[in-house]
């Protein structure tokens, strides 16, 4: 299409409704021009087409498609090729249904595990996030279709979410609310972001030009183009004006006649609306659908869905090596309705219709003819059934293993609202409580959307963390089990001992109109590592059926990069994977910074006695942090150490390198304290030079000394915090001239 000329040949009228989706799923078509509507669905795991007709919440009714884990799982593979896999295969899907536009992926950061829509977001960590998010996206692009990077940006709470404003400063926006967005349009190009209901600070993001246009566009180099979410726009005017591109789903006639008159009456430069038009035009004449597109062989997906799961499911606890189960062995009992009715997706809009789900259920009787179910609890009540529960304590009397599978039920986890606990049901806790006092081999498999607290964790042998593991989750939950696949998933986010533990426990979701982001930087391992807290799991862990061990750290420093090397060997009597993890701790600067900082990850493939050797490489960037007042990242000469980790926590490898780096020398002026002046050698001998000597030296009154040099070379003035705590124009009360000052700054200035 020729974009420019298509755009010159547009009316007003067909402009306007360009601009307004058509309805839930497609945007306008234009016949007289050759302009197809451009069909879009969700979701993040698995394709929700919804046939035309249906409505937005019809969820139940897409056509049916493979139902891949939910992104709290998959993120803990910590690998980057599996989500290349994850979005091509959801790409191809899509262009086999005619569908030009895939909503996914959602990288917004799990800021609290009480995040109602958590399950659907990667990790409290936005490199992990965006490195990830990133490979997604390269993903269902390579397949033709295009993607919606979801919501943009400091959606975290699902409570009032079209209206309530996230009050957070510029410098905590930067590091983690926006880095995981920043690191996919700068890596992936994609096709759309879709822009979030939310306000940021108190403005409308579908309205806030900052936002979209000065950051994402004119920063960032953003090409492509922005939707809201659905329903998100309040004044489509002014949404076009901050930069949104497309308003979704529409609101018919109305949002045409709004747009149309906005421009007769002069609201609106129809210059806005034409960038808008163009973005659109060429996103529409990009993915064009497939006349005649081939069928996906289903049962492909549905087993890379099953290898996806079983890369990403987390073994938090295995003691007495009670895993891998031998299930020829002896009788296992199986307890727990979740078994049979597994939880495997998240609620709301990535609901996915799946193709064919095996439950655990099925999949244990497929392997073995020695286990015996009970369902020892009712998913749809809270309190115990005294006859589940007998039945089940019986099973599990004559059982050698018992595998109880718990969770939150489906109506706790969905999109819409958020969560106000993490135990589980009462049921469940009870259950899991007597079965303890009956078998001392009890393994617990956790099916659920976000972390759990385990006052129970040192009463059972082993916990599997499966989180949401999509259609094909009876097999991958066996493989772990069984030991057919040796588990390698890493936490992609903290469970706390208990929700109170987190930094903005009193606080979120309290007040209906503000979300304060008091933490700051310190969220999630951030806060919890700098704090030096206890956790319940921390960040980045994972337990394997094999040991690893790390060696031969070697760091080279090149300018503004350093090389960090090291060896993995796998030490133990299985293949498996290690997921080591490179953290630096900024020892350099006087900024409040976390006490660690992921900055690299591999997911490494070792052979029993294998050994590989890893490189990850670090820029100017990752050691920098976000100086709000001059709008920039800064990076302070200093002290780092780096530390390879098989999770936040647990530190194989560390060594302190020193660092140099340019910066652009701060303004000086009056307010500038004596402290930052000492700290930075240039400015100190300029202020020996302009202002200590001149003034030291005509005359000897008492504040004449407390400029002097003694004779260790020491100015009495400098040496007492009193004084290096005040800014330059505090000291002229001390008795400096004014004059001296002035100058200084001058010179300070006009420094290289
Ligand atoms: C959700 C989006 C989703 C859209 C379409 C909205 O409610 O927030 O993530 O893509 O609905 O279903």
Same mark, same amino acid.
């Given at each position: 299409?020729?974009?420019?000329?298509?755009?010159?040949?547009?009316?007003?009228?067909?402009?306007?409704?360009?601009?307004?989706?058509?309805?839930?799923?497609?945007?306008?078509?234009?016949?007289?021009?050759?302009?197809?509507?451009?069909?879009?669905?969700?979701?993040?795991?698995?394709?929700?087409?919804?046939?035309?007709?249906?409505?937005?919440?019809?969820?139940?009714?897409?056509?049916?498609?493979?139902?891949?884990?939910?992104?709290?799982?998959?993120?803990?593979?910590?690998?980057?090729?599996?989500?290349?896999?994850?979005?091509?295969?959801?790409?191809?899907?899509?262009?086999?249904?005619?569908?030009?536009?895939?909503?996914?992926?959602?990288?917004?950061?799990?800021?609290?595990?009480?995040?109602?829509?958590?399950?659907?977001?990667?990790?409290?960590?936005?490199?992990?996030?965006?490195?990830?998010?990133?490979?997604?996206?390269?993903?269902?692009?390579?397949?033709?279709?295009?993607?919606?990077?979801?919501?943009?940006?400091?959606?975290?709470?699902?409570?009032?979410?079209?209206?309530?404003?996230?009050?957070?400063?510029?410098?905590?926006?930067?590091?983690?609310?926006?880095?995981?967005?920043?690191?996919?349009?700068?890596?992936?190009?994609?096709?759309?972001?879709?822009?979030?209901?939310?306000?940021?600070?108190?403005?409308?993001?579908?309205?806030?030009?900052?936002?979209?246009?000065?950051?994402?566009?004119?920063?960032?180099?953003?090409?492509?183009?922005?939707?809201?979410?659905?329903?998100?726009?309040?004044?489509?005017?002014?949404?076009?004006? &901050?930069?949104?591109?497309?308003?979704?789903?529409?609101?018919?006639?109305?949002?045409?006649?709004?747009?149309?008159?906005?421009?007769?009456?002069?609201?609106?430069?129809?210059?806005?609306?034409?960038?808008?038009?163009?973005?659109?035009?060429?996103?529409?004449?990009?993915?064009?659908?497939?006349?005649?597109?081939?069928?996906?062989?289903?049962?492909?997906?549905?087993?890379?869905?099953?290898?996806?799961?079983?890369?990403?499911?987390?073994?938090?606890?295995?003691?007495?090596?009670?895993?891998?189960?031998?299930?020829?062995?002896?009788?296992?009992?199986?307890?727990?309705?979740?078994?049979?009715?597994?939880?495997?997706?998240?609620?709301?809009?990535?609901?996915?219709?799946?193709?064919?789900?095996?439950?655990?259920?099925?999949?244990?009787?497929?392997?073995?003819?020695?286990?015996?179910?009970?369902?020892?609890?009712?998913?749809?009540?809270?309190?115990?059934?005294?006859?589940?529960?007998?039945?089940?304590?019986?099973?599990?009397?004559?059982?050698?293993?018992?595998?109880?599978?718990?969770?939150?039920?489906?109506?706790?986890?969905?999109?819409?609202?958020?969560?106000?606990?993490?135990?589980?049901?009462?049921?469940?806790?009870?259950?899991?409580?007597?079965?303890?006092?009956?078998?001392?081999?009890?393994?617990?498999?956790?099916?659920?959307?976000?972390?759990?607290?385990?006052?129970?964790?040192?009463?059972?042998?082993?916990?599997?963390?499966?989180?949401?593991?999509?259609?094909?989750?009876?097999?991958?939950?066996?493989?772990?089990?069984?030991?057919?696949?040796?588990?390698?998933?890493?936490?992609?986010?903290?469970?706390?001992?208990?929700?109170?533990?987190?930094?903005?426990?009193?606080?979120?979701?309290?007040?209906?109109?503000?979300?304060?982001?008091?933490?700051?930087?310190?969220?999630?391992?951030?806060?919890?590592?700098?704090?030096?807290?206890?956790?319940?799991?921390?960040?980045?862990?994972?337990?394997?059926?094999?040991?690893?061990?790390?060696?031969?750290?070697?760091?080279?420093?090149?300018?503004?990069?350093?090389?960090?090397?090291?060896?993995?060997?796998?030490?133990?009597?299985?293949?498996?994977?290690?997921?080591?993890?490179?953290?630096?701790?900024?020892? &350099?600067?006087?900024?409040?910074?976390?006490?660690?900082?992921?900055?690299?990850?591999?997911?490494?493939?070792?052979?029993?006695?294998?050994?590989?050797?890893?490189?990850?490489?670090?820029?100017?960037?990752?050691?920098?942090?976000?100086?709000?007042?001059?709008?920039?990242?800064?990076?302070?000469?200093?002290?780092?150490?780096?530390?390879?980790?098989?999770?936040?926590?647990?530190?194989?490898?560390?060594?302190?390198?020193?660092?140099?780096?340019?910066?652009?020398?701060?303004?000086?002026?009056?307010?500038?304290?004596?402290?930052?002046?000492?700290?930075?050698?240039?400015?100190?001998?300029?202020?020996?030079?302009?202002?200590?000597?001149?003034?030291?030296?005509?005359?000897?009154?008492?504040?004449?000394?407390?400029?002097?040099?003694?004779?260790?070379?020491?100015?009495?003035?400098?040496?007492?915090?009193?004084?290096?705590?005040?800014?330059?124009?505090?000291?002229?009360?001390?008795?400096?001239?004014?004059?001296?000052?002035?100058?200084?700054?001058?010179?300070?200035?006009?420094?290289?």
């Amino acid at each position: 299409m020729d974009i420019n000329k298509t755009l010159s040949e547009l009316t007003l009228t067909e402009k306007a409704a360009l601009v307004s989706g058509k309805n839930n799923w497609y945007t306008a078509k234009i016949d007289r021009l050759g302009i197809h509507p451009l069909m879009m669905t969700d979701g993040p795991s698995g394709l929700r087409k919804v046939e035309p007709g249906k409505g937005i919440s019809d969820i139940n009714d897409s056509v049916p498609a493979v139902c891949f884990p939910a992104a709290s799982l998959t993120a803990n593979s910590f690998n980057r090729d599996l989500f290349f896999q994850l979005g091509a295969l959801i790409g191809e899907e899509a262009r086999s249904e005619r569908v030009s536009l895939v909503l996914g992926p959602g990288v917004n950061m799990k800021r609290t595990p009480a995040g109602g829509r958590n399950f659907e977001y990667l990790s409290e960590d936005p490199l992990l996030t965006g490195v990830l998010g990133a490979e997604y996206v390269k993903g269902v692009q390579s397949q033709n279709v295009g993607v919606a990077v979801k919501h943009f940006a400091a959606n975290n709470r699902e409570n009032q979410r079209f209206t309530v404003s996230s009050d957070v400063s510029e410098r905590t926006l930067r590091e983690l609310y926006l880095r995981a967005f920043e690191i996919i349009v700068k890596t992936a190009n994609p096709d759309t972001l879709m822009i979030s209901y939310n306000k940021i600070n108190g403005t409308l993001n579908t309205q806030n030009y900052h936002l979209i246009t000065d950051v994402l566009r004119d920063e960032w180099g953003y090409q492509g183009a922005t939707m809201s979410d659905w329903g998100g726009v309040a004044d489509h005017t002014a949404a076009i004006r &901050a930069g949104l591109d497309l308003e979704m789903p529409g609101k018919g006639q109305p949002s045409t006649d709004e747009i149309v008159l906005a421009v007769k009456t002069g609201k609106l430069d129809e210059g806005a609306l034409d960038n808008a038009i163009r973005r659109l035009l060429t996103i529409i004449d990009r993915r064009q659908p497939d006349a005649n597109p081939e069928p996906y062989d289903q049962s492909k997906h549905h087993e890379a869905a099953r290898k996806m799961a079983d890369e990403s499911i987390v073994l938090l606890r295995n003691t007495h090596n009670e895993l891998p189960l031998d299930l020829a062995k002896g009788t296992t009992a199986i307890i727990g309705q979740l078994a049979d009715k597994p939880r495997f997706q998240g609620g709301g809009s990535s609901h996915v219709n799946p193709v064919h789900l095996v439950t655990p259920l099925d999949a244990a009787n497929q392997l073995s003819d020695h286990v015996i179910y009970q369902p020892g609890y009712d998913l749809d009540q809270l309190d115990t059934e005294p006859t589940l529960e007998a039945a089940a304590l019986e099973a599990a009397k004559q059982a050698d293993h018992v595998v109880v599978f718990l969770g939150y039920p489906e109506s706790w986890e969905s999109e819409g609202f958020d969560k106000t606990s993490l135990q589980l049901p009462d049921n469940q806790s009870e259950l899991l409580s007597d079965l303890t006092d009956v078998n001392d081999h009890i393994t617990v498999v956790l099916e659920t959307g976000a972390p759990v607290e385990m006052p129970w964790v040192h009463d059972v042998n082993a916990i599997v963390e499966t989180y949401l593991a999509g259609e094909a989750v009876g097999e991958a939950t066996w493989d772990i089990l069984t030991g057919a696949v040796n588990p390698s998933g890493h936490l992609a986010e903290t469970f706390p001992v208990l929700l109170s533990d987190t930094p903005m426990s009193m606080t979120f979701d309290q007040d209906p109109n503000h979300e304060i982001y008091s933490e700051g930087i310190f969220m999630g391992y951030r806060f919890y590592n700098s704090h030096e807290m206890r956790v319940l799991y921390p960040f980045g862990y994972g337990l394997s059926y094999t040991a690893f061990e790390y060696t031969h750290l070697q760091t080279e420093i090149d300018d503004e990069k350093v090389q960090v090397t090291f060896n993995v060997t796998n030490t133990g009597e299985r293949t498996g994977q290690a997921v080591p993890q490179l953290y630096v701790a900024n020892h &350099a600067t006087h900024r409040p910074v976390p006490a660690t900082e992921l900055r690299n990850f591999a997911k490494v493939a070792l052979k029993a006695g294998e050994t590989k050797t890893v490189t990850f490489t670090l820029t100017r960037r990752d050691f920098s942090w976000y100086r709000t007042g001059k709008h920039m990242w800064e990076a302070d000469s200093g002290d780092y150490e780096l530390m390879i980790g098989a999770s936040s926590r647990d530190t194989r490898l560390q060594q302190r390198i020193t660092l140099t780096f340019e910066n652009e020398p701060h303004e000086i002026s009056e307010n500038t304290y004596l402290n930052e002046i000492i700290s930075d050698p240039t400015l100190m001998a300029l202020f020996m030079k302009d202002v200590v000597t001149p003034f030291s030296d005509h005359g000897s009154t008492t504040e004449q000394q407390l400029f002097t040099v003694d004779q260790n070379g020491k100015v009495a003035i400098l040496q007492n915090p009193l004084f290096t705590n005040m800014p330059l124009r505090a000291l002229v009360a001390q008795g400096l001239p004014n004059q001296l000052i002035q100058t200084f700054i001058r010179h300070a200035n006009n420094r290289e």
